[in-house]
């Protein structure tokens, strides 16, 4: 069994790793294995942080300065294609979405929502510059394919507010 320093070292070594990469670096074949209570203890401490999507659950280090490297949003873009929700009634028409606005919405989330872990979206609108039609359709894309979720402060109030499961 590694110790929790030694598994923070393999993942550092990585950059960004899965439970099933890690059980592949130290041999695991199975279910239960010693590793995710050391990933439990990294997190509390918060050395590392997971991403965590279904049944998908990668590990970053937390002391990389970049954190956005290609595999880096390789990896969320892969989330936000994995399962298209299934839309009831008639279509509306084909929606477009650009891949360097998904990319950068991604990237302003994740280190907004690190720190506040709670955003609306007229914080969206006004700190990416967008219009109110081009908020909407990104923050709604994020929030069918399960990346962002709405939550009403209470049955009174129409502010949504939004956060992630990545933190």
Do not use: C
Not at 36 to 43: G, K, S, V
Not at 104 to 126: A, D, S
């Amino acid at each position: 069994m590694a110790t929790q320093e030694e598994v923070e070292e393999v993942i550092k070594q990585h950059r960004v790793i899965s439970l099933k990469e890690l059980k592949q670096h130290y041999g695991i074949v199975g279910g239960s294995s010693w590793i995710p209570q050391r990933l439990r203890a990294l997190e509390k401490k918060r050395l590392i942080t997971p991403l965590r999507h279904g049944n998908i659950s990668i590990y970053l280090i937390n002391d990389v300065s970049d954190i956005w490297t290609d595999l880096e949003i390789a990896v969320l873009r892969g989330l936000l294609r994995r399962r298209p929700k299934k839309k009831r009634g008639r279509p509306k028409g084909s929606v477009e979405y650009r891949d360097e606005m998904i990319d950068k919405l991604l990237k302003f989330l994740w280190e907004y929502l690190k720190e506040y872990k709670i955003i609306t979206r007229g914080k969206i609108k006004e700190k990416m510059g967008w219009n109110w039609e081009t908020t909407n359709k990104y923050i709604d894309k994020l929030v069918t394919d399960e990346i962002l979720f709405e939550v009403q402060r209470d049955a009174r109030s129409d502010v949504k507010l939004y956060t992630t499961i990545w933190l």
